[in-house]
């Protein structure tokens, strides 16, 4: 039997992130079962094992593909926008994105436990934390103060995601979770009058 095409190849290991970000939101990493994972991608459950090594491997793609998402979503929220406008912007962009689609189940409420804390921290820290870290910086917050104010900020604004997360599709909700924000950012970087 031939081999598969390095081309073939990653479209199965990206199919099966697909499935897998499905199976993982809906149900869980606790729930969620590598061969109904495999049966849905149309593959085997050796080649799940074979792209992704473990469940917990394949977890872990998937969140990594979400803060990847969450971080694209970010940027093109902030591009050519001031230093204080940019980090508004960004921060409803985080909120907005978190808590669409798999997001918020596979990085707030699974992800810490499936990844260790440590591993979660990593992931945050090279994606949405670094950003907001660099928004706080161009925003003016003085570097003695800035590791502070981005621990504090971004732990307000995950918990601010999983409440809103337990709130779905409730319009005044969503706009009480972006009203809260606002104060919390008027706070850190007021607005210029």
């Not at 799940?48 to 969140?63: D, E, N, Q, R």
């Not at 945050?124 to 706080?136: K, S, T, W, Y």
């Not at 409730?170 to 809260?180: G, I, K, M, V, Y």
């Amino acid at each position: 039997m031939p081999r598969a095409s390095a081309a073939e190849a990653a479209a199965t290991a990206h199919r099966i992130l697909d499935v897998a970000t499905r199976h993982f939101s809906a149900t869980g990493f606790a729930a969620a079962s590598v061969d109904d994972i495999a049966h849905a991608a149309g593959v085997t459950r050796g080649a799940v094992y074979h792209h992704y090594s473990s469940k917990p491997g394949l977890f872990t793609a998937v969140a990594r593909a979400q803060q990847q998402t969450l971080a694209e979503s970010i940027v093109a929220a902030t591009a050519e926008q001031d230093p204080a406008e940019a980090l508004r912007l960004g921060s409803h962009a985080f909120l907005d994105g978190i808590t669409r689609d798999a997001a918020a189940r596979v990085l707030l409420v699974d992800g810490p436990a499936v990844l260790s804390w440590e591993q979660w921290r990593r992931l945050d820290a090279d994606g949405p934390a670094a950003q907001l870290r660099e928004g706080l910086a161009e925003a003016g917050i003085p570097p003695a103060l800035l590791d502070t104010v981005t621990a504090a900020l971004s732990g307000a604004m995950n918990e601010l995601a999983l409440w809103l997360s337990a709130h779905p599709d409730d319009a005044a909700s969503a706009a009480q979770a972006h009203q809260a924000l606002d104060l919390l950012l008027d706070a850190v970087v007021p607005r210029r009058s």
